[in-house]
């Protein structure tokens, strides 16, 4: 078992700039600008996060099982779709938490799982799996890419970078390719996104991603409300496949219709990943996983005791914590340091209580609340390691190094590698890290050579 001292490794990576700090600087303003990151306002890295390669291998082999293990837990609460749903709270038929859900039920299970990103904090007995994004809407596999690709840049220059990392376009655009192949449909991706999710005045985080898989012989055209998405139906038998680069929630609270989307799947275009990989993302998923299940074997066991943190769902119960039983709400209101609140559907950092973060009079309101609609989660808190990474203000100056508390995410395509996406406050504070709404900056973690 590694530790967090030993995962980390030594700080001295042997990585050597080839360009000066202001040429860093510039280069990431640059490459990118427009995609949502706070790369002009926040200070921004002179440096990838870099671990030995055992080290970065075991974030992508742990999360593949843990991913097996949740897609089996959601497979198996209930015998049918129905009683999955309600298991864990959502109207039947999907309502607005799953509007796009299709009546085929093989396809629905057959990709469910085809894109995720965990996210994780290296705790002091190695990396523990905060929770998992399992959709196509999640942030990173741009960024990761832009990122590793400014890195190769800075440090490998005309040669080699002294480092390895798995690219995520590659990734994805591999993923589309074999499903292509499988069901013999053209190689033709929509990307079904809105630069308003992204922050951005432009179409350019989708672009990025629409000119790669141009070059690997797709066609590729990103579909946006008031754009193309108006046309979408009819282009369906066009574009056999498309991914869903955003959160129908994000929608539904502007108040955009649904409907082009829901058009475009009623020609036949199939959404990538299909609707039920929200059910593996449910955090009631991961609590239930951490609390065991029948089937379980003790491998399966040994696996989430390593990379799992202690998580329940909130209800009145009564729980084994520490190897004591104890009343669930008398334990988070006596020992409110130790867990942290979640909503049980919540994304981008939304309804996360962090105990040891907040008045107890708020805390006990929360605990209340959480008991009363049993649709949130507790988790135990892990105290996350530090890593030392050299930095430089957004308007240049000296570099300096802080000591930041990194959440790392391994993203996961078809089961496949696809770069590790890092976010971390450039202050160094702890709490809820989050880009859209919490200010985090963005970087990839990769491999020495």
């Given amino acids: 078992m590694t530790t967090a001292t030993t ?90 938490r799953l509007p796009f859900l299709t009546d085929d039920e093989a396809y629905e299970w057959a990709y469910c799982d085809l894109m995720a990103r965990p996210d994780i904090v290296i705790g002091p007995d190695g990396p523990r799996f905060l929770e998992f994004n399992v959709s196509g809407a999640f942030g990173g596999p741009v960024e990761t890419h832009l990122f590793t690709e400014v890195w190769r840049q800075v440090y490998g220059g005309s040669d080699a970078p002294p480092f390895f990392a798995y690219d995520p376009m590659a990734a994805r655009a591999d993923l589309f390719a074999r499903l292509c192949a499988e069901r013999g449909l053209p190689r033709a991706v929509a990307l079904i996104g809105d630069r308003r999710d992204r922050r951005a005045a432009t179409d350019r985080y989708f672009d990025v991603e629409a000119r790669l898989l141009r070059r690997r012989g ?82 399966d066991r040994d696996l989430v005791d390593r990379y799992v943190p202690w998580t329940r769902v909130v209800r009145d119960s009564r729980v084994r914590w520490r190897g004591e039983q104890h009343d669930l709400r008398r334990l988070l209101l006596g020992r409110q340091d130790s867990f942290v609140l979640k909503s049980a559907g919540g994304m981008m950092g939304t309804g996360v209580l962090i105990g040891r973060s907040c008045p107890p009079d708020q805390w006990d309101a929360a605990v209340a609340a959480s008991i009363g609609q049993e649709d949130a989660v507790v988790q135990e808190y892990v105290e996350p390691v530090r890593y030392e990474i050299e930095m ?58």
């Fill in 7 to 96: 995962w980390f490794g030594p700080r001295t990576h042997g990585l050597r700039r080839r360009s000066s700090q202001a040429a860093v600087r510039e280069l990431i303003q640059r490459e990118l600008r427009d995609c949502g990151t706070w790369v002009h306002v926040e200070p921004v890295p002179l440096e990838p996060f870099v671990v030995s390669r055992p080290a970065y291998d075991e974030l992508f082999d742990a999360a593949r099982r843990v991913l097996a293990l949740l897609r089996r837990t959601v497979a198996e609460t209930a015998a049918t779709r129905a009683g999955r749903l309600a298991a864990l709270g959502i109207p039947a038929g999907g309502g607005d």
């Fill in 218 to 299: 797709f066609d590729a055209e990103v579909w946006e409300p008031g754009g193309l998405l108006a046309t979408a139906p009819s282009r369906a038998r066009s574009f056999p496949l498309a991914l869903c680069y955003f959160a129908a929630s994000d929608w539904i609270s502007r108040g955009d219709p649904l409907d082009p989307v829901r058009a475009v799947v009623a020609a036949g275009t199939l959404l990538l990943p299909p609707q039920t990989s929200y059910l593996l993302a449910d955090k009631k998923a991961m609590a239930w996983l951490s609390e065991g299940r029948p089937w379980m074997d003790a491998a």
């Fill in 392 to 449: 430089v203000a957004a308007t240049g100056g000296d570099p300096y190094r802080v000591a930041v508390a990194p959440v790392l995410s391994p993203c996961l395509f078809g089961g496949r590698p696809g770069g590790c996406y890092v976010r971390y406050h450039p202050s160094g504070r702890g709490g809820v890290v989050g880009v859209a709404r919490g200010g985090a900056m963005e970087n990839v973690l990769v491999a020495a050579a």
